[in-house]
């Protein structure tokens, strides 16, 4: 029986990964730990599982794992404490909110011979799976169409209370940027792990046109990466859904070869449901419940988990690059 906890409620797919550990009869979920005590309480109570009053404390309960679930600015702390305890940690992305954190990181894992993963679901998306299987048939690759859009952070703070704090997103400080480095990361990661292949050069350009009178942070951008083998490809990486949207967002991508064009929409398998608002109900494949087997093989077998610290830290140098070079108006070599 592994023995797993959590580490912060502070992100909204916190909830999602512990329903997952929940439905797998080889878990234990011992419990969580949350610095804003008000929205640890509300979880544990809604998911009948242990508060622990610190982070020290759960990690001193005799756990293989955590999964760490904080403010982005927060995961160096959190996986440091883990590292020392001997604790393995699966983080949430972006791995750090620079270079020099996730390096960090990943520097102090290896020294304590612990796992880290980077939370990079989409790997483990049956879509994207197939679609990686039939880029040989592709011929030579032009280049990629991607997007991984979402919502301002307010509509997801809308729908908690007050208390829960997952107004983080649009926090500078908190989150490390906006919408750039909230969904860059996902799609660089796949284009490294689809095509065997390193970025050498980043363009992006950002602004503040969708929510300018709500956040300061950069809520529309597109990047584009250049590739070592010299494939290209764009991400449109904007917080540009409404309110009313069925759900947060997706993750969708068009590979373009000489041979043909090959098509993935990781978040195709749903029913429209229509009731007060409408809403997207997945049924099938779930690539979080993916990601955390594999996280979880990966400490029982010891092993280097399917994704690793080392992939959070290259999706890091990408969106650190992207935010020079918004700033810059020039491309940035990596």
């Avoid at 927060?74 to 996730?102: F, I, M, Q, S, Y």
């Avoid at 050069?201 to 584009?224: F, P």
């Avoid at 090959?262 to 099938?284: C, L, S």
């Avoid at 077998?301 to 108006?329: C, F, H, M, N, W």
Wanted: glycine share 8%.
């Amino acid at each position: 029986m592994m023995r797993i906890g959590l580490l912060s409620f502070a992100h909204i797919h916190a909830e999602g990964y512990v329903r997952a550990l929940q439905a797998m009869p080889d878990v234990e979920l011992v419990g969580a730990a949350d610095d804003n005590m008000a929205r640890g309480q509300h979880f544990a109570n809604e998911f009948d599982i242990r508060l622990f009053d610190s982070y020290a404390a759960l990690l001193a309960a005799g756990i293989d794992g955590v999964i760490v679930c904080s403010e982005n600015s927060r995961h160096r702390e959190l996986v440091e404490l883990a590292a020392a305890r001997g604790v393995a940690v699966l983080c949430e992305k972006p791995l750090a909110t620079t270079v020099a954190d996730a390096q960090r990181m990943v520097d102090v894992c290896a020294r304590a011979n612990v796992p880290l993963m980077t939370a990079f679901p989409m790997r483990f998306s049956p879509p994207v799976i197939e679609i990686k299987k039939l880029i040989p048939s592709l011929g030579a690759i032009y280049g990629i169409n991607s997007t991984n859009q979402g919502s301002l952070p307010e509509f997801h703070q809308s729908e908690n209370l007050a208390f829960l704090g997952r107004g983080w997103f649009a926090d500078p400080q908190l989150a490390g940027g906006g919408a750039l480095i909230d969904h860059t990361v996902h799609l660089a990661d796949l284009f490294r792990w689809l095509f065997d292949a390193e970025v050498a050069e980043v363009y992006a350009q950002t602004n503040t046109i969708i929510g300018r009178d709500k956040t300061s942070v950069d809520t529309g951008g597109l990047v584009m990466l250049t590739f070592r083998n010299g494939m290209f490809a764009s991400i449109d990486c904007s917080w540009s859904k409404p309110a009313a949207y069925p759900t947060w967002g997706g993750l969708a991508l068009d590979i373009i070869g000489t041979n043909g064009v090959a098509t993935a929409d990781a978040f195709k398998q749903r029913i429209a449901v229509y009731a007060h608002k409408p809403r997207w109900a997945f049924w099938g494949s779930d690539a979080n419940a993916g990601m955390i087997r594999d996280f979880l093989d990966a400490v029982r077998d010891q092993r280097a988990p399917t994704v690793t610290g080392v992939d959070g830290l290259r999706a890091t140098e990408i969106v650190a690059a992207a935010y020079q070079s918004a700033k810059t108006g020039e491309p940035v070599k990596i």
